[in-house]
C-alpha cells in the first residue's frame, strides 16, 4: 500500500497565500465613494493575485515532490455574495485552464474543504440556498480547471436532534444536480457526527467518506475504529481512498490542532490502515502546514520507514 502525504492551502515555506480577501463591508465602501467599476476592479486585483500564488503554489509542491494539496476555498472572496454580480469564472477562464494544466499534466490530486457557511441541513431555507449556490460555484470553479476531484463538506447543523439533522442532510443532497453529487465527499466531526453517522449517510448517498482520525479520537461512542475501517475505505469506488490526520494541541484544548504531527499518533493510525487494499493519501492538518508534512516524513525516515520519493510511503 502507498501512502501519500499532503497540506493544506498555505506552504509555510514560501509564506504566500491565494487567500487574500476583501469585506463586503470594504467592496461596499468602494462602490459609493468610487463606483461599482472600481469596486470590481479591486475584487480583480484580489482574485488575480490568488490566482498568481494558487500557481507559485503548485509549482513548489511540484518541485518538492509533494502530490496532495488541498486549495483554498477563498481563492474567489465575495463571489457567491448575493449583491456581487461579476462573472469572475468567465473574466479568468485562461488563467483557470492553465492552472488546471499545471496539476493534469503533473497527476496532483488536489481538491477543496468549503468552510464553515457551508450547512446543507440548516433549517434555515437561506442558509441551504447559500450553501447550494456556494457548492455550484465551486463545482464551476473545478470544471474552468478541467479537473476532476471532490469537494469536501461537513454534515452541519445538529439542530432539532442528531436523527432529524442526518434526514435534512440526505434530504437537502437531493436538491444537488446529479453532476455535483458525485463531488461531494464528507467526513465525521469533533463534536457531534461520529463515524458511525458519517458512513451511514456516505452508504445512503453512495458518496465517499473522509476519515477524520483526531475527530474520531475526539468524538466516538467507545466504537473501534478498527472495526470500521474497511467500511470507510469500501465508500470509494476508485484505487485510492482519503484521510485526514492531526495531532491534538494539548490535554485540555484536544479539539484544537497542533502545530506538527505526533508521530505515535500517525504510526497508531497506520495500524489500523496498513492492511487496506486501497492505496491513501493522507492530509496533513497542521498549523505549520508543509513544515509539518516534511517535520512528520524525517521522523519517519529515522525510523526506517520506506519512502518511494520524497512523500511517498510504502507499507
Given amino acids: 500500500m ?28 468602494i462602490i459609493k465613494e468610487q463606483g461599482l467599476k472600481e469596486a470590481n476592479k479591486k475584487l480583480q486585483q484580489i482574485i488575480k493575485t490568488n490566482l498568481i500564488n494558487l500557481e507559485q503554489i503548485l509549482i513548489y509542491n511540484i518541485r518538492n515532490g509533494i502530490h496532495f494539496y488541498r486549495m483554498s476555498s477563498n481563492i474567489f472572496p465575495l463571489i457567491t455574495h448575493p449583491n456581487v454580480k461579476f462573472n469572475v469564472l468567465k473574466h479568468f477562464k485562461e488563467q483557470l485552464k492553465n492552472i ?3 496539476i493534469n499534466k503533473n497527476n496532483l490530486r488536489v481538491d477543496i474543504h468549503l468552510d464553515q457557511f457551508c450547512v446543507l441541513n440548516s433549517t434555515n431555507k437561506e442558509i441551504v440556498k447559500s450553501t447550494i449556490n456556494i457548492i455550484k460555484f465551486h463545482k464551476n470553479m473545478l470544471k474552468a480547471m478541467n ?3 471532490y469537494m469536501i463538506i461537513h454534515i452541519g447543523s445538529n439542530v432539532l436532534g442528531k436523527k432529524n439533522s442526518i434526514t435534512r442532510f440526505i434530504n437537502n443532497f437531493s436538491l444537488l444536480d446529479e453532476e455535483t453529487k458525485n463531488m ?3 467526513e465525521n466531526d469533533d463534536k457531534v457526527f461520529n463515524i458511525k453517522d458519517t458512513l451511514y449517510i456516505c452508504n445512503r448517498l453512495n458518496i465517499p467518506m473522509v476519515l477524520d482520525y483526531h475527530h474520531y479520537i475526539c468524538n466516538n461512542e467507545g466504537e473501534k475504529l478498527e472495526d470500521y475501517i474497511e467500511q470507510i475505505i469500501k465508500t470509494w469506488n476508485e484505487d485510492i481512498s482519503k484521510i485526514h490526520l492531526s495531532s491534538s494541541k494539548t490535554k485540555k484544548e484536544f479539539r484544537s490542532h497542533n502545530d506538527y504531527i505526533n508521530i505515535e499518533d500517525f504510526i497508531n493510525l497506520l495500524k489500523i490502515i ?9 492530509m496533513i ?3 505549520e502546514k508543509d513544515i509539518a508534512l516534511f517535520k512528520l516524513i524525517r521522523e519517519l525516515k529515522y525510523r526506517n520507514y520506506k519512502f518511494i520519493d520524497d512523500t511517498t510511503l510504502i507499507v
Avoid at 3 to 29: D, M, Q
Avoid at 274 to 282: G, T, V
Wanted: no cysteine; proline share 2%; aromatic share 8%.
Fill in 184 to 186: 461531494i465527499i464528507i
Fill in 100 to 102: 488546471g494544466e499545471i
Fill in 2 to 29: 502507498k501512502i501519500r502525504f499532503g497540506y493544506v492551502s498555505i506552504p509555510k515555506t514560501l509564506n504566500i497565500t491565494s487567500s487574500h480577501t476583501i469585506t463586503y463591508n470594504n467592496y461596499e465602501k
Fill in 147 to 149: 479537473l476532476k476531484t
Fill in 285 to 287: 492538518e497542521a498549523k
Fill in 274 to 282: 496498513q492492511n487496506q487494499k486501497k492505496d491513501i493519501d493522507i
